[in-house]
């Protein structure tokens, strides 16, 4: 026969049981080893703040993953362009020119910087002994084989021609005979020093609309 009599103590017992287990599943509890994350999360954290600091940063490490992933435009140039450009001053032909400063944007430079560290993740981008060298001068007289295509030579010649500019490339520090220099960045695939063109130039695209 069976046994009418409800045992509550069981049931009450499975219920917290099922109800920690989809806590644990739902991704709602992270018990953390705080040894092994260091100095990452700050003293006096308690395991509750821990894991809302570590968290975080993994979400925003994985927008800023996405973000640069949806950024598709082209910005790099050749070697050669990169030579055609800081070699030209722009001065020969007496052309006069109001560049007041370049604008760049951050996208463009950190996926240039992963690609010449060979990483895809943002989470493992090297910071310390890196950085970007700016490289000064004019668009040559004449327009460059090397220039995308969609820029014909009439519109090379009225938005780009004897125009002052600069790019991006980027390197790293190198240390060695006892000193300290920089070291240009390649691109793994091409060998190439890695350099971006890219910027907006003020005047007319001048930070707050000021001229």
């Not at 003293?43 to 992933?69: C, H, P, S």
């Not at 007496?94 to 910087?113: A, M, N, Q, V």
């Not at 668009?139 to 002052?164: A, H, M, Q």
Request: hydrophobic share 35%; glycine share 10%.
């Amino acid at each position: 026969m069976l046994n009418n009599k409800f045992n509550w103590l069981s049931f009450l017992a499975g219920l917290l049981a099922g109800m920690f287990i989809l806590y644990l599943i739902n991704g709602q509890y992270i018990r953390l080893d705080k040894a092994a994350f260091g100095e990452s999360i700050p003293k006096g954290f308690n395991n509750a703040q821990a894991t809302e600091l570590i968290t975080k940063r993994v979400r925003d490490v994985d927008r800023i993953d996405k973000e640069l992933k949806s950024y598709t435009a082209d910005t790099r140039i050749s070697k050669k362009l990169q030579e055609a450009i800081s070699g030209n001053s722009g001065a020969s032909n007496g052309f006069k020119d109001t560049l007041k400063g370049i604008t760049f944007d951050l996208e463009p430079i950190l996926k240039s910087i992963m690609t010449g560290q060979s990483i895809s993740s943002i989470s493992d981008l090297k910071v310390k002994d890196h950085g970007i060298y700016v490289a000064f001068g004019s668009y040559p007289d004449k327009r460059p084989d090397e220039f995308p295509k969609e820029i014909t030579d009439s519109l090379y010649n009225v938005d780009f021609r004897n125009r002052k500019t600069s790019y991006l490339n980027y390197v790293s520090k190198v240390f060695e005979n006892g000193g300290m220099t920089y070291r240009y960045i390649v691109n793994p695939k091409t060998i190439e020093t890695l350099g971006d063109n890219f910027g907006n130039r003020c005047k007319p695209n001048c930070p707050g609309g000021g001229q």
